[in-house]
């Protein structure tokens, strides 16, 4: 049956996909980490001395396998470490109590009987790699759940295995995607006032594990934004960059990838407004404060001028020598 407007049909550019669809934002696209002479991910870190607990970081061969060649689908149900203090992994990895004790699950450097060969936790050498040296257990874990959802009372369940070990844990709920943009400066400070009182506590560095349901989506887009808010020169290219050289099965969509540049243009922006107000000086706030008490003022006096139908002080300084002023009423 010819359709009823047969003429709106007519022409091939009438029928094309292009033709109605709705304009779409270029894809972002993440391009894999250069690799060093090791064939491992090169990727250099350095953080924001904000903190005390970060003197105590060690970067150095930051990323000590590559994810490409020895991932396995097994790898996806553990933890993997992003930062020595901060741990990326599924809910699953919150009720394995191994893991929660020991603080590493390091990819293998080869299979065995299908499994994965696990590395020692002392920071062994294998294969002429050096590992990072863990010590002690997870001391936080941090979960990003769903709002209303089955999943989130699943996790509510998992978290009950740290709990009575003694783990701080912590939840953040979302109805969205879209509202991790708001939730990640308060995930980042969680992270870091845990850090910073146990550090005070202990003298020692504690270890975050941050999880979802899959800790592929919600809980990889938290462990970027903290990259990018706490590290120099880590854009949300970066950021997703090292995340997927550790956990190669984090899924960054084009919603997420738009949802961290937008984040990283408010990094950007706060970093540039704290470099201006710093270089005003110690009392840049207070003058700051003051320019713009000064401007209400003397937009509120304008006003009342303005009102009351007196004369601007700015039109008689301007027009005073004047024998001729403009829009002014003249003697007929």
Not at 84 to 89: C, K, S, W
Not at 194 to 223: D, F, I, P
Request: charged share 20%; proline share 5%.
């Amino acid at each position: 049956m010819a359709p009823a407007d047969a003429e709106t049909f007519s022409y091939p550019h009438k029928t094309s996909s292009y033709s109605y669809r709705v304009p779409t934002p270029p894809r972002i696209v993440v391009p894999p980490p250069a690799l060093n002479d090791d064939a491992l991910p090169d990727i250099t870190l350095s953080a924001l001395q904000s903190a005390p607990f970060l003197n105590a970081v060690n970067y150095s061969n930051l990323v000590s396998s590559n994810a490409v060649l020895e991932w396995s689908y097994e790898c996806r149900r553990k933890a993997q470490m992003i930062l020595p203090y901060l741990f990326l992994g599924p809910m699953t990895a919150a009720k394995d109590e191994m893991f929660l004790r020991n603080g590493a699950e390091l990819i293998g450097d080869g299979k065995v009987g299908g499994g994965i060969k696990r590395t020692p936790l002392n920071g062994a050498v294998a294969h002429g790699r050096v590992k990072h040296n863990i010590e002690g257990g997870i001391t936080m874990v941090l979960g990003i759940r769903q709002k209303h959802c089955f999943e989130s009372k699943l996790m509510h369940g998992a978290l009950r295995i740290p709990q009575s070990m003694g783990i701080v844990c912590e939840t953040v709920d979302l109805a969205s995607n879209q509202d991790l943009i708001h939730q990640f400066p308060q995930t980042t400070a969680l992270i870091n006032a845990h850090l910073a009182q146990y550090y005070t506590l202990h003298n020692r560095l504690g270890k975050v594990l941050v999880v979802c349901e899959s800790g592929n989506e919600r809980s990889a887009g938290v462990v970027a934004a903290y990259l990018m808010e706490t590290h120099m020169d880590v854009d949300f290219i970066k950021a997703m960059q090292l995340v997927q050289a550790q956990r190669f099965c984090a899924n960054f969509d084009d919603a997420m990838k738009r949802l961290l540049q937008g984040y990283w243009d408010l990094v950007c922006a706060k970093r540039q407004v704290a470099a201006t107000t710093h270089e005003v000086g110690g009392g840049g706030g207070d003058m700051i404060a003051g320019v713009v008490g000064k401007a209400k003022r003397r937009l509120q006096r304008d006003e009342e001028d303005e009102l009351m139908g007196g004369v601007d002080e700015d039109d008689v300084e301007r027009f005073g020598g004047r024998s001729f002023a403009p829009f002014m009423d003249q003697s007929l």
